[in-house]
Structure formats: structure tokens, C-alpha cells
């Protein structure tokens, strides 16, 4: 069976094996995950690869968070949590938003303010979540998300919490499945660099039970204003257009390092024009609309192909790893603007043949 004729089953049920459940787990779930793959076939003919998309922005909250939010919610039930908080760039609160109403448990977040895509904003209020906006970054507001999660009894779900990766991992087993073994690279945007370091635990796992042989290169890609792993320094006022990553001081830093490294991949930094680039040629050359952070991966995928670095032919997934819709500020200021007409036929026939 496809994983995508397994859509709509927990996530947790699919890959039981490969997660930390117990028979107490509860099982929270809104069949998030079996997300498509989808080959680019404009883009491989330019670049003589095979490239192939993974839309993590259809899961439920329109974000890979939800994988691993769903097991750190169950998990965090399952631990007699009645309250959770995160620190957000926007994804993880409305991922963290949604389970947590779903669970019967309240949500707190704080996020960067000003610094967070409409839409994201928009769901986790909407969800009903406690929202704090702090005149500061994201890596302020983590500060102070963990020392409040030490002296409450709040748990803690931003991707510090072990779940959140063991969740996350499930995405590299469905690239598998989907393409019958590993790919060559993975080409991925790199933020708190816990989703990059997630993918190479799922690799490693499935190919350690034999159900996949290889082992893909790792090629993680932060935004030049935003890029502390590239320059290997902490950035203290981080800036991009792509606001999910514009993260200067990433907790899971050092083992997504040792994954880029491991694997004979690297990080590398694109500029705020490569990624709207990406971004726009993937909506309008593919019909492939993801939010600006994910186009990253494109864009690295681009540049490191100019740079010469893979061999004709190979096998690419790039994760796009949220929605499009998140961010509809960014999409109308990057398109050309809708052309008003007064309410009659010979206006819009003008409008679209000339005169
Ligand atoms: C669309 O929501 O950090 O390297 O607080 O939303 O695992 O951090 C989001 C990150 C890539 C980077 N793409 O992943 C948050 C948050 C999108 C994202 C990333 C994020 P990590």
C-alpha cells in the first residue's frame, strides 16, 4: 500500500514500531502525515536531476510540526500534562494550538511580534491558545518559555522535547516508502535545525531494519541574514523575509551538524532574492505554492547545483515544509497585482485581449 492510501490514519499507528508508545499512550491524532511526493519535472530537466517535493504543507495545521506535535501531545497526556507551552516562529504555535484543543489541554505561545505570517497568527488564536507577543526574537522568546516551563507545571513542546523528533522522523520513512529506497540528497531549510536532525534519526532507523539500503546526504540551507550555523556563531538579530527560520541561535545546532557532516552533505546560506525566487517559480512553474522559508530548500537545491555539486542524475528531495496560504502577505507583495474592471463584458474582454 502507498502511504497515501494511508491518509487519515494516526501517524502513530502507522509507525508504532518505530516510536516510544507505550499500551498508555493516548492517540492523538487528525491523520497528520502520508503527506505527497511529488517530482518536479520542469525543475529536473533544468538541473538534470530527478527532483521530487515532499508537501508537508498538507497536514492538517499546514506544517510538518504537526508530526511531531502529535506525538508530543499524546505523550504529554500520557504524562498527566493539563497545560503545554512553545516559543514560535508561527508553525509550532499553531500546530501546538490545534493538539492541545484537541487534547483538552490549555496552550500558551509565545511568538516574535510583528515577525509571524498572517495565517499562523490567525490559527493559533483561533484555536483558542493564550498568545504572547514579545518585543524581542524567537530565540527571547525560547528563554523564557523554558524557564517558565521549569517553575510551572507546563510542558514543554517546542523540539527540545524528545517527541517532537521522534514524530518528525516518520517523515523520512514515507520518503522512503514513496521512492523505494533513500534518495541521494535532501535538501532541506534549516530554523531551530530540529526538523533536519529528526529526518536523519528516520533515515538512519529504517535503514538500520533493513527496510531502506542508503543513506542521503544531508544539504541543510538557513537564510543569509539568519544563517548561525554557516557562519558558526550565535546571530543575535536575525533577519529574513522567510520568518519560520529566522532563528539565530538554534537549539538543535550541534547534531544537525554532525548529520550534515556525517553524511557527506553541508549548510549552506541562500539570500532572501534566491529564496523568493524559488518560491515564486515554484508556484507559477509548477503550481506548487509553499511559504517562503520552504522554498529555501529549492533555492539551496539551485545553487548548489551551479556550484557543481551533485552528479547528472541524481535523486533530490526537497522538503516543503509549510503552506503557502500561511503567509498571503508575502504571496501578493511577490505577484503582480489583480487588474479592477467595472462589472461588464466588454471591460474584462478588453482587459484580457486588447483592444
Ligand atoms: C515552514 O514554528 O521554528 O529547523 O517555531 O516553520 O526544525 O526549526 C518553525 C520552523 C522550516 C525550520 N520551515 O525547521 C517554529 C519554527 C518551516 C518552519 C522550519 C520551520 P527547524
Known amino acids: 500500500m502507498t502511504s497515501s492510501a494511508l491518509r487519515g490514519t494516526p501517524l502513530i499507528e502507522r509507525y508504532r514500531e518505530f516510536l516510544p508508545v507505550t499500551d498508555a499512550t493516548p492517540v492523538i491524532s487528525m491523520g497528520e502525515g502520508a503527506t505527497p511526493l511529488v517530482r518536479l ?77 498572517l495565517g499562523k497568527l ?37 523540539s527540545l522535547n524528545p517527541f517532537r523528533l521522534e514524530g518528525q522522523k516518520t517523515a523520512a520513512f514515507e520518503v522512503c516508502d514513496a521512492l523505494g529506497d533513500a534518495p541521494d ?21 529504517y535503514r538500520d531494519a533493513g527496510r531502506s539500503t542508503g543513506l542521503p546526504r544531508m544539504m541543510g540551507f538557513q537564510a543569509e541574514g539568519s544563517a548561525p550555523l554557516v557562519r558558526g556563531e550565535v546571530v543575535t538579530a536575525p533577519e529574513t523575509v522567510a520568518t519560520a527560520i529566522r532563528i539565530g541561535n538554534p537549539v538543535r545546532g550541534e547534531q544537525a551538524m554532525a548529520a550534515m557532516t556525517e553524511s557527506g552533505g553541508g549548510v549552506d546560506s541562500v539570500t532572501d532574492e534566491e529564496i523568493l525566487a524559488a518560491y515564486r517559480m515554484l508556484a507559477s512553474s509548477e503550481g506548487v505554492f509553499c511559504e ?23 535523486r533530490v528531495v526537497c522538503v516543503l515544509t509549510g503552506n503557502g496560504l500561511k503567509d498571503p502577505d508575502t504571496a501578493i507583495s511577490q505577484s503582480g497585482g489583480v487588474v479592477e474592471i467595472p462589472a461588464d463584458y466588454a471591460a474584462a474582454e478588453k482587459a484580457l485581449y486588447g483592444d
Open 41 to 117: 519535472d520542469a525543475l529536473s530537466e533544468c538541473l538534470e536531476l530527478d527532483v521530487h517535493v515532499k508537501l508537508e504543507g498538507l497536514n492538517p495545521t499546514g506544517s510538518f510540526k504537526d508530526r511531531g506535535m502529535c506525538f508530543a501531545m499524546s505523550k504529554a497526556v500520557e504524562e498527566g500534562a493539563t497545560a503545554v507551552i512553545c516559543a514560535s516562529t508561527g508553525n509550532t504555535s499553531a500546530a501546538a494550538a490545534a493538539y492541545a484543543a484537541r487534547a483538552g489541554l490549555t496552550c500558551a505561545v509565545i511568538i516574535p511580534g510583528g515577525k509571524i505570517a
Open 185 to 205: 540528497v535532501l535538501c532541506i531549510p534549516v530554523g531551530n535545525a530540529g526538523n533536519i536532525s529528526a529526518y536523519w534519526m528516520g533515515f538512519n532507523e
Open 122 to 158: 490567525a490559527q493559533a488564536l483561533i484555536y483558542g491558545a493564550k498568545v504572547l507577543a514579545v518585543d524581542g526574537n524567537f530565540d527571547d522568546a525560547l528563554r523564557i518559555v523554558r524557564e517558565l516551563s521549569e517553575k510551572h507545571p507546563i510542558a514543554l513542546v517546542n
Open 292 to 314: 517562503p522559508s520552504s522554498a529555501s530548500s529549492v533555492a539551496g537545491l539551485i545553487k548548489a547545483q551551479a556550484a557543481g555539486r551533485f552528479t547528472k542524475g541524481e
